[in-house]
C-alpha cells in the first residue's frame, strides 16, 4: 500500500493550508487514518486521527479548534484542514493508515505510512 502526501508549503503566520493523502488501493477505506508530524530535533508526534466511516475523530490538545481531519473514501483520500496556523506548527506531516478501522493516536497502531509532505510557518 502507498501513501501519497501532498498540499505542504510555506504559509504566513495565521494562514491556513489543506494537506491531502491519497492511498493506492481501497484497503485504506476499512480502515482508521491519521496525520502525524515530526518537526527537526523532536519526535514524531499525533495530529489527528479518522476512524473508517469518519463518525470518529481526536485530535491533539495543540491543534485542537484549529485542524479538521476529514477523509472521503470513494476517493481514498484523507485531509487535513489546517487554519490558523503558528510557527510551532512547522514540520513534516505524515499520513497513515491504522491497523483497526477505529481513529487512535498512537504511532503504534499505524501499519502503512506516507513519505511526508513538508508545512512551515514563517513569523
Known amino acids: 500500500v502507498q501513501l501519497q502526501a501532498s498540499g505542504g508549503g510555506l504559509v504566513q503566520v495565521g494562514g491556513s493550508l489543506t494537506l491531502s493523502c491519497t492511498t493506492s488501493?481501497?484497503?485504506?477505506?476499512?480502515?482508521?487514518m491519521g496525520w502525524f508530524r515530526q518537526a527537526p530535533g523532536k519526535e514524531r508526534e499525533f495530529v489527528g486521527s479518522?476512524?473508517?466511516?469518519?463518525?470518529?475523530?481526536s485530535y491533539a490538545d495543540s491543534v485542537k479548534g484549529r485542524f479538521t481531519i476529514s477523509r472521503d473514501n470513494r476517493k481514498n483520500t484523507l485531509y487535513l484542514q489546517m487554519n490558523s496556523l503558528e510557527p510551532e506548527d512547522t514540520a513534516v506531516y505524515y499520513c497513515?493508515?491504522?491497523?483497526?478501522?477505529?481513529?487512535?493516536?498512537?504511532?503504534?497502531?499505524?501499519?502503512?505510512w506516507g513519505q511526508g509532505t513538508q508545512v512551515t510557518v514563517s513569523s
Open positions: 479518522i476512524s473508517w466511516n469518519a463518525g470518529s475523530v
Open positions: 488501493r481501497r484497503t485504506s477505506s476499512n480502515n482508521g
Open positions: 497513515a493508515i491504522a491497523r483497526s478501522s477505529w481513529s487512535t493516536g498512537r504511532a503504534s497502531d499505524y501499519i502503512y
